[in-house]
């Protein structure tokens, strides 16, 4: 008796597509007839689509399925794309070197963006511009700490850190208050909600 394994069986090009998709693909390439291919295609496109309802919404998703067509016939299926398809020359390049910051955070609870953010406002001329910049930051630096302790921090410690990451420079304005620790749990809260009736109406549209 003789097994048929998938070990034994030739490699999946797109394995998230499975095998019935490659086959369907392997029947198309054998078509000598261009119009029959064609057709034979789109049938296969929209099998390809149903098995990703969810993606349906998402920008260039009838693209995307056209290229993972051509790529999974090895790019050797002669039809007409709707879309100019990728090289296979593409596939091949290395891709580029990514340059990476080596500079040290000095706080890493409040992230590089902070540093950047500071910068900036270092760079805005004395005004009501400069106070709402600084304000924002030192909210976004009280979120930030909290996400990273769990304990509650005042605003002297922050309006002080935000002072020693500018250098000095930045001078709060006086009597300024931030948000509670609540505010932001509420926000929170808010976006994990919004984050639910997403999933909620992408299940229903799945249905």
Known sequence: MEYDYNSSRP?????????????????ILAEQDRDERNKLA???????????????????????????????????????????????????????????????IRYRHYGRIVESLIAEAIKLPDGDDKDTLIKLIANHMKKSYLAWNR?????????????????????PKEGLKLSEQKDFQKGKQQQQQQRKRMQMQQRKKVQ
């Open 11 to 27: 490699r999946l090009i797109l394995p998230e597509y499975g095998r019935n998709i490659q086959k369907m693909v392997e029947f």
């Open 42 to 104: 789109q049938a296969v496109i929209i099998i390809m689509g149903n098995m990703n309802p969810h993606l349906r919404d998402i920008n260039d998703f009838k693209h995307k399925l056209w290229d993972h067509l051509a790529i999974m016939s090895d790019f050797q299926l002669d039809i007409d794309y709707p879309y100019e398809i990728p090289r296979p020359e593409e596939f091949a390049e290395k891709p580029r070197r990514v340059s990476y910051n080596t500079n040290e």
């Open 151 to 171: 304990d509650s921090v005042t605003d002297e410690i922050i309006l002080n850190d935000l002072f020693e990451l500018s250098g000095k420079r930045l001078t």
